[in-house]
């Protein structure tokens, strides 16, 4: 922890008081509710009371559990840390990112952690299946009373445009030339538009306040996709949070539910999250806020239903959601269409029905817009060849993705290529032999 400016605990002064402990001892019975490995020193307590540095997890939390359990009343996180601010600890959220309060306040906290150039990012952050699919029930439902607004900031409509344009900007050169290259502007637009939120005034023009936490939102959620794309699972999960809690404040729940749906194809492909089943997830979003989408919106959704029910072995359930997508999704063409067959072939690889996959992988390579996807899904169908033994066709295929991917900045892809590239040569005459994978790859 930094050695900051002095600002004083006063709360948790006031209870070491009441209770007539000394630093000392807070330490003591801290450490007899840790795991081992993980104790603190005797004069930790004295940093937290008299400099108003926060512990790290899971030593905050362990603090206001001994305190709750000494006092015989609740002490909560936000009572004991909340008023230190986010620039001395690790938090500014509690542990318990999805199970905070769904307000606009927790929602601006969140995009202003999430916004922090130099964060610290903590293993703590990852997801917990259970707690992510428990948050449906909140982001789902109507949007919270907006509180604040009433800065001196003036924010007006042609700012909001301007963040809008700035956010499409950003996905387009994201998808062209990957995450590594848009993360640090896409952040630092994220906590320009953090601050709009924190300071502006709009109390008395609630779609506008709204509408600016709708475009924070996306901002978050680009912000998570292109850290994923650099491997970097803590700290996008932990945008992804902030982009939930945001969707809800500006009461959009299509948004929030574009949100899920990547992070379970994320979790399909790259795996993250502590037992987070992806399907079970993507079901009960459809089910909370499904009827408020569109039909391509629905078809979009119901194809990465396909994909990771697919990823989990349920061959009925994902055939049924792929054909359920597609006939949603009728005649129309372009990116969508691309999209939408992108997500299926990859279901039907993940079933190992090569037949079936590889015409829709590749009507998908040729209506792709984005550099970026059109490399994945040349890796996907090479690595199909690959499979059925076709090593001219898989490399043909590879080879096309490798030129489109130089210079990419884009995790997700180069190890798409090292992966194919080791299964290759593990095939190769003369190599040892070894097992087939049944469609992680790529």
Known sequence: MADLARKRNEELARILHQLSWSPERLAREVNLVLPAGLSISQTAPYKWRDRGMVPRAPHDLAVCE????????????????????????????????????????????ALREAGAQAAPVRLTDLFRGEELAAAVEHWSTAAPPLTGGEGALRVSAGQLADLRLGYHGKRRLA????????????????????????????????????????????????????????????????????????????????LAMSVVGGLAVQVAYQGAGRGLDPAALLERALAAVGKQLTP?????????????????????????????????????????RAELLGLVGGAYLFLDEHELARPMLTEAVAGAG????????????????????????????????RRLAAGMQSQVVA????????????????????????????
């Open 66 to 109: 001994v305190l709750s359990r000494a006092v015989g009343i609740a002490v909560t996180y936000e009572q004991l840390w909340g008023p230190m601010g986010s620039n001395r600890g690790a938090k500014v959220l509690s542990a318990r990112l999805l199970t905070d309060p769904w307000t606009a306040d927790t929602a601006q906290l």
């Open 175 to 254: 998808q062209a030339c990957g995450g590594g290259l848009v993360l640090e502007p896409a952040r630092a637009e994220l906590a320009m538009a953090g601050k709009l939120l924190e300071l502006g005034g709009y109390a008395e023009d609630e779609g506008l306040g709204r509408a600016l936490y709708g475009v924070a939102g996306r901002l978050a959620r680009l912000v998570g996709w292109a850290a994923a794309d650099l491997g970097q699972e803590a700290a996008a999960q932990r945008s992804y949070v902030a982009a939930l809690r945001a969707a809800h404040a500006a009461g959009q729940p299509r």
């Open 370 to 401: 984005a550099v970026r996807a059109r490399a994945l899904l040349l890796l996907r169908l090479a690595d199909s060849w690959r499979r059925t033994g076709e090593p001219a066709r898989a490399s043909e295929a590879a080879d096309q993705a």
């Open 415 to 442: 190890r798409a290529l090292r992966e194919f590239d080791a299964a290759r040569a593990a095939k190769a005459p003369g190599a040892k032999a070894s097992g087939e994978g049944s469609g992680k790859k790529c």
């Open 296 to 336: 391509p919106q629905q078809a979009r959704q119901l194809g990465r239903l396909a994909l990771v029910r697919a990823r989990g072995g349920q061959r009925a359930g994902a055939e049924a959601a792929a054909e359920q997508a597609l006939a949603l999704l009728g005649s129309q063409g372009g990116p969508r």
